[in-house]
């Protein structure tokens, strides 16, 4: 039994994703779960001290207020929820992504229109290091900007995901490598780090220049606009500063990845709130 009201870290998987039971399978083979006593929406809970692995049937981007079914269904609260997922691309290509979600727009696919979820920048950054740490395949990795639900959650939560096709979601060293990224995530986010945070605007939806800056410096990526979501109101980045767990030092802007009117709305939010203005 978990104590009720117990604070735990949740890595999320889902049966109708090859790449998620592939990922949760290494996990379990690698690093110590244990099958409870415990279901989550009837499907078995695995428990390592203070993580849990929870497994739905559903597409996990359409679930919306995750956070509460878990208290609701086991007692605990979460504390991050990190969603271990497939990615999908119309170009096929082999990538180990991470990502945050929320919709600068409409909602497409999950999520709310104009709603984006609470970001962990430290575990983010974490994770896209330890993917290129591990990275023997020779794939892409990369943050992906923000896009897709659940946009509707009330903790931290982010995507490590395995991309692009059925061959590259079956692929056991690739399982491995997010598992062991997220086993390290999970057991690192909350120690100190000098990094910086900053929200990320423009490029393109694979963040070159983000994802290489994050990769050879200190900064640390929030949520990321891509130009093919601009122009974006000021209540939408205020609402990405605002959904951003700890400091946001700055605001980091792709030039000439994004549109005229976006990148001078986001210096001026930048003066105002005297946070770091960086062009790249």
């Known amino acids: 039994m978990f104590p009720r009201g117990e604070t735990m870290k949740v890595i999320m998987t889902t049966k109708v994703d090859l790449a998620s039971m592939n990922i949760k399978q290494k996990l379990i083979e690698n690093f110590g779960f244990i099958e409870s006593e415990k279901r989550f929406d009837g499907n078995e809970v695995y428990q390592f001290k203070n993580t849990l692995i929870l497994t739905t049937d559903r597409e996990m981007i359409y679930y919306d207020n995750l956070d509460r079914k878990i208290t609701k269904q086991l007692g605990i609260i979460p504390k991050i929820i990190i969603f271990a997922s497939r990615h999908s691309s119309q170009q096929k290509l082999p990538a180990l992504t991470t990502h945050v979600t ?84 999970i057991n690192n986010y909350t120690k100190i780090h000098n990094f910086k945070t900053v929200i990320g605007i423009g490029g393109g939806h694979y963040a070159p220049k983000q994802t290489k800056a994050a990769l050879n410096s200190e900064l640390a990526f929030s949520h990321i606009v891509a130009k093919y979501a601009h122009p974006i109101s000021k209540e939408m980045l205020l609402k990405a500063i605002n959904r951003t767990s700890g400091r946001v030092h700055g605001i980091y802007v792709d030039w000439k990845g994004s549109k005229g009117e976006t990148k001078q709305m986001a210096r001026n939010i930048a003066e105002e709130l005297d946070l770091e203005f960086i062009k790249d």
């Open 102 to 185: 929320g919709n600068w727009g409409k909602a497409m696919y999950g999520g709310k229109d104009e709603s984006l979820a609470i970001v962990e920048p430290i575990a983010m950054k974490l994770a896209l290091l330890k993917l290129n740490e591990l990275n023997d395949l020779n794939w892409t990795v990369c943050y992906e900007a923000t896009h897709h639900g659940p946009s509707e959650l009330g903790v931290p939560s982010l995507f490590i995901e395995i991309g692009s096709s059925e061959e590259e979601w079956k692929n056991e060293q690739a399982g491995e490598i997010v598992a062991e990224t997220i086993f390290y995530v």
